[in-house]
């Protein structure tokens, strides 16, 4: 799967998704002539998990496409 990584140090924006509108939405938010860097990698759902993993607990954001079931 696709990955994006949208970083905009002015704004302490590092953010990682595999949802293209969230770039989109990113995007939106950078003011006018202020440059972002995104970066597009493919990776295994197993990577992307691993990725999830250690942003957690390096308190980074993080958008996944899923939400866990939680117990009724």
Same mark, same amino acid.
């Given at each position: 799967m /696709? #990955? *994006?990584r949208i970083e905009h140090p002015p704004t !302490? #924006?590092?953010y990682m998704t595999? &949802? *293209? $509108?969230?770039v989109w939405n990113e995007l939106e938010k950078v003011? &006018?002539?202020e440059g972002v860097t995104i970066t597009v !990698?493919? $990776? #295994?759902?197993k990577e992307f998990e691993d990725v999830v993993r250690e942003r957690g607990l390096l308190k980074l954001s993080i958008s996944t496409p899923w /939400? /866990?079931?939680?117990p009724d």
């Open positions: /696709k #990955t *994006f !302490q #924006t590092d595999t &949802d *293209f $509108m969230d003011p &006018d002539g !990698q493919e $990776m #295994t759902s /939400k /866990k079931d939680e």
